[in-house]
């Protein structure tokens, strides 16, 4: 449906997807909106958790985490030899956690075969729920748009 993806198209916006997300559902109240989001771009705006939780909006939170900055590890990998700087978070962060923290329900997946149940969960779940996803580290994430490209060269397969 026209006008209903809204995406920052890979052009290194980190924190863009939870406040726009947030936007979006405070906009379109009886709609379904997700929000897919890295765990670095997430960090950058985690705190409208306490806006998602205070104005009851329903905003489904995916968390790819992969322990890195991962749109820049991209970058560091494709363009500059896999030369790996200041991208990767070491620190065990409990998204979970956070969710509850906040008074939203969090769940998480660490196999492939727990996909599914989490969705099916979060889904069924009134309210904002953060769904983590551990992914391997060096998963790539598309749509990106390369240094000096427009729009109409993005990459979309890696």
């Known amino acids: ?19 726009a997300a947030l936007g ?3 906009a379109f109240p009886e709609r379904q909106v ?7 771009s997430f960090q950058m705006n985690s705190q409208e958790l306490a806006t998602l939780v205070q104005y009851r909006l329903p905003v489904k939170i995916v968390i790819l985490n ?3 900055l991962g749109m820049v590890r991209q970058w560091q990998q494709l363009f500059f030899d896999k030369r790996y700087s ?5 620190l065990p962060i409990d998204f979970t ?16 075969d727990e996909v599914e ?4 969960k979060a889904f069924a779940t009134p309210g904002p729920v953060i769904m983590e996803f551990k992914i391997s580290r060096e998963e790539n994430v598309m749509p990106m748009v390369p240094a ?11």
């Open 66 to 68: 992969n322990n890195f």
């Open 1 to 19: 449906q026209p006008r209903t993806f809204l995406s920052s198209g890979g052009l290194g916006t980190m924190g863009y997807g939870l406040p």
């Open 86 to 90: 200041q991208t990767c978070m070491e």
């Open 97 to 112: 956690k956070l969710a509850e923290a906040y008074g939203a329900t969090g769940l998480k997946a660490t196999k492939p």
């Open 24 to 26: 979006a559902q405070a």
């Open 117 to 120: 149940e989490v969705i099916k």
């Open 148 to 158: 000096g490209a427009g729009l109409n060269e993005m990459v979309l397969a890696s």
């Open 34 to 40: 997700i929000d897919v989001s890295g765990d670095g």
